[in-house]
């Protein structure tokens, strides 16, 4: 099945004053392991966070995954190359898989509407930010230590909500 994420972002100059780096894009570029389902997200970024959810580090055989957030209309699955698969890991949620490689990839889902969710190791430049938070740390696991200084958010269920951005809205 074609998931269709959007069209194809156009290219442009910026510059990340945050992180002091020159971009030559206002895109990013990744692909999976294998290099047979490629995307392209368009720039800023919402967000990037590291989460600990237990289908996170489950469906990616990792203590947690670093995701970075896109307007779901930002990104785009190169329509030449292979398309991702799609399961829903959970009601209302999906995640997209190289049906090749098994490389996880995106993650959808009703909670965060009109975003995508890109497994930021995907795309290997640099992006307009830099992890901003820990989410859903009730779930980590206790055989890592997590020594950065990155606030550590909490779910709904264990007493505070936690967006993907850190801001616990």
């Known amino acids: 099945m074609l998931h269709h994420l959007a069209r194809a972002p156009c290219p442009g100059a910026q510059v990340n004053s945050t992180l002091g780096i020159a971009m030559t894009t206002s895109a990013v570029r990744g692909s999976c392991l294998c290099g047979a389902v490629r995307f392209s997200a368009s720039l800023p970024s919402k967000w990037v966070a ?44 999906r995640r997209a898989f190289c049906p090749r490689c098994g490389s ?20 290997p430049e640099a992006l307009d930010r830099e992890p901003s938070a820990h989410v859903f740390f009730e779930a980590h696991v206790p055989w890592l230590t997590v020594g950065d200084s990155l606030p550590k958010k909490v779910s709904q269920s264990s007493g505070s909500q936690a967006s993907p951005s850190g801001s616990g809205a």
């Open 104 to 123: 996880p990839m995106l993650f959808t889902s009703t909670r965060w509407p009109d975003e995508m969710h890109v497994a930021r190791a995907l795309i």
């Open 50 to 93: 590291h989460c600990h959810c237990t289908y996170c580090r489950r469906a990616h055989g990792a203590p947690f995954v670093t995701w970075a957030g896109f307007r779901s209309d930002n990104v785009a699955v190169d329509p030449d190359g292979l398309q991702p698969t799609w399961y829903e890991s959970s009601p209302g949620a």
